[in-house]
């Protein structure tokens, strides 16, 4: 966390009040906190090459004073371009009117990236991305793992039920391949029956996983991605591939597990792609 981020907000909370006028503090961290509206969070911290799908980057200065005021389930009002807290020490504003709006929705390629699709497969199996999940990798996760590359046998209510929710932290391992492999069939545009009766059962079990998963999910469902993934849609978008490799390891080191679990999202997306006609 440095004080040389820039004030950015995602495209998929903008404007503030696009999810309503009225939230409360959901959960405080030590760099971060989220504002929870209805099902969706708003994360509000200060990275300065990381933006979450639901983020909004601000000063380190101004998020310390944000969270040294608030607490849990103090209400925030979203006004006129303006984040309002209600907090023990009196209102704390952010001013969002002049932020970087940053887009980060992605929208299917016009072609088949092949020739980057294997490279980054090849990348992902170099570094042994199966290996590194927060998840055993067991005979179940084999099965379900074997559905979503080759669509033999799929079954989309027990593939989401088993995974959602699956692992620790915030972000359990199987959410978070999930959210991978739906990027990579969204970017390719195929598989579209599978897609669908899968982002069905995603929405329909929201209750078997955490509520900043929650919110996870259901960006990744309406093609919104963090701004690292983002970096890697945009290079397929370009058919520029000579930096894979660095996206791959950026993406990678996102949390605990949660990069290398997207990322074995991403290669199950891949496999799936290479095998629909």
């Known amino acids: 966390m440095t004080d040389s981020c820039v004030d950015q907000i995602s495209s998929y909370i ?24 209805g099902l969706r969070l708003i994360n509000i911290s200060c990275f300065d090459n990381y933006l979450s799908c639901f ?22 009002k979203f006004l006129d371009n303006n984040i ?7 209102i704390k504003r952010i001013d969002v009117k002049n932020f970087n709006i940053v887009e980060l929705k992605i929208k299917p390629l016009n072609y088949f990236p092949e020739k980057g699709l294997k490279k980054t497969l090849e990348v992902l ?26 669509f033999k046998n799929f079954n989309a ?13 915030l972000t359990p391992s199987g959410d978070d391949i999930l959210c991978g492999y739906i990027f990579v069939l969204l970017l390719v545009d195929k598989a579209n029956t599978y897609l669908s009766s899968l982002v069905k059962q995603i929405r329909n079990n929201l209750k078997l996983t ?15 991605v963090n701004s690292k993934v983002y970096q890697l849609y945009k290079s397929f978008k370009n058919h520029n591939f000579k930096d894979i490799d660095s996206e ?30």
């Not at 199996?125 to 084999?142: A, F, M, Y």
């Not at 919110?215 to 093609?223: E, P």
């Open 14 to 37: 903008y404007p503030v009040d696009k999810f309503g006028q009225i939230g409360r503090v959901h959960s405080i961290f030590a760099h971060s906190l989220n504002i929870q509206v």
């Open 84 to 90: 309002v807290f209600y907090t023990q020490d009196g």
């Open 157 to 169: 209510e027990q593939i989401v039920t088993w995974l959602l929710g699956r692992g620790k932290g």
């Open 248 to 277: 791959l390891n950026s993406i990678l080191e996102i949390g605990h597990t949660s990069g290398k679990d997207l990322s074995y999202g991403i290669k199950l997306g891949i496999l799936a792609s290479l095998n629909t006609p």
């Open 125 to 150: 199996n170099n570094c042994k991305v199966d290996q590194r999940i927060g998840i055993p990798n067991n005979t179940l996760l084999k099965k379900f793992s074997d559905e979503m590359i080759t």
């Open 55 to 76: 983020g909004i980057n601000i000063s380190e200065k101004n998020l310390k004073s944000v969270i040294q005021s608030v607490t849990e389930n103090n209400i925030v």
């Open 210 to 224: 955490t509520d900043v998963s929650k919110a996870y999910l259901i960006c990744a469902t309406q093609g919104y």
